[in-house]
């Protein structure tokens, strides 16, 4: 076996891209001479393809450090970029509070992505939406109107068709579309308050959103109540009842950390994983918008999951009361 082979299984029988390298090439590695035949891709992605056995060098399958040059023919069997394979039919666990011609009230459980994105091209809510409505393969985004977190539960309203998806986007932009979250916080925030705060991109970590110099902020408020004040060991910690008027990235995470009251077990913000929560205390319960058509106000409400209210039982609330 030379160096530059590697196991593989056989390879799809699909024409590949051949090159035939001039026998007055110097020796190179491979995904640098790919990089230069193919600039439309990425080097990570030619990388990939080697890695992944989609790449033969004088018919065999090569390492991403091998070594090519004079005389050296080269196959490449591009493959599809994981994005274009993302918007598919997958079975995909979820509850449906509610549907009718024009909208689908969907409770999202917590650890479910909304949307394919970079590191989560499968197994999202759109893809288990196309699974079980078909239909919405003809809206854009699969008819999602707005987001949730990977790690927040609760509510969403997906649109059925392009007419009732522009509708209720129109509703988002004019604030009138009520969206009430519950969050357990560290600490004993005001009784209740407003945080008015530009929310953009921390310019330090880009995995974080900040109100302290973002990068492109836009405007966005929350109104906060406290609802009960306990302790979870010899911690403070407070239920507290969040109504959006924006829906920016993040935004009831950032905004109470802002306060110095970050969510339980919300690392990203500087949240402590008291009481047993294991991801962040935060839960889309309530929604309410016009329906499309007939213009009737719906309201919808969604008990807490499971692990919410495990978190909830471990905390001793003032009032003595354990939920």
């Not at 197994?123 to 927040?152: F, Q, S």
């Not at 110099?213 to 911690?235: D, F, V």
């Not at 500087?270 to 294991?278: D, F, M, Q, S, V």
């Amino acid at each position: 076996m030379s160096d530059t082979d590697i196991e593989t299984e056989d390879l799809e029988a699909d024409e590949p891209e051949t090159f035939e390298l001039p026998f007055t090439a110097l020796a190179e590695r491979l995904d640098k001479v790919l990089a230069r035949l193919m600039p439309q891709h990425s080097r990570s992605r030619l990388q990939a393809w080697i890695e992944e056995g989609h790449v033969r060098v004088n018919g065999h399958a090569a390492r991403v450090r091998a070594k090519v040059g004079s005389g050296d023919r080269i196959q490449v069997w591009p493959q599809p970029a994981p994005e274009t394979l993302a918007f598919v039919a997958e079975p995909v666990e979820f509850k449906v509070l509610g549907e009718g011609a024009d909208w689908i009230v969907v409770d999202k459980p917590a650890g479910l992505v909304t949307h394919p994105g970079a590191g989560n091209w499968h197994g999202t809510l759109l893809n288990g939406l196309l699974h079980r409505y078909p239909e919405l393969a003809r809206v854009a985004r699969a008819g999602i109107v707005h987001r949730l977190d990977k790690d927040t539960s609760g509510l969403l309203v997906v649109a059925r068709h392009e007419i009732a998806q522009t509708h209720l986007v129109r509703q988002l932009q004019a604030r009138s579309v009520k969206r009430e979250y519950l969050a357990l916080a560290h600490g004993w925030p005001d009784a209740e308050g407003t945080v008015d705060l530009a929310i953009g991109r921390d310019a330090r970590v880009p995995v974080r959103m900040s109100v302290q110099q973002p990068i492109a902020p836009k405007p966005a408020i929350t109104h906060y109540r406290t609802l009960r004040r306990g302790r979870a060991g010899e911690a403070p910690v407070a239920e507290v009842a969040c109504r959006l008027e924006t829906g920016r990235t993040h935004q009831i995470r950032v905004h109470m950390a802002s306060l110095h009251h970050p969510l339980l077990s919300d690392a990203v913000y500087g949240g402590r994983p008291l009481a047993g929560a294991a991801r962040q205390m935060l839960h889309a319960r309530a929604l309410a918008f016009d329906d499309p058509a007939s213009g009737e106000r719906l309201a919808f409400e969604a008990g807490v999951p499971d692990d919410y209210a495990a978190v909830r039982r471990a905390i001793q609330w003032q009032s003595g009361e354990h939920q």
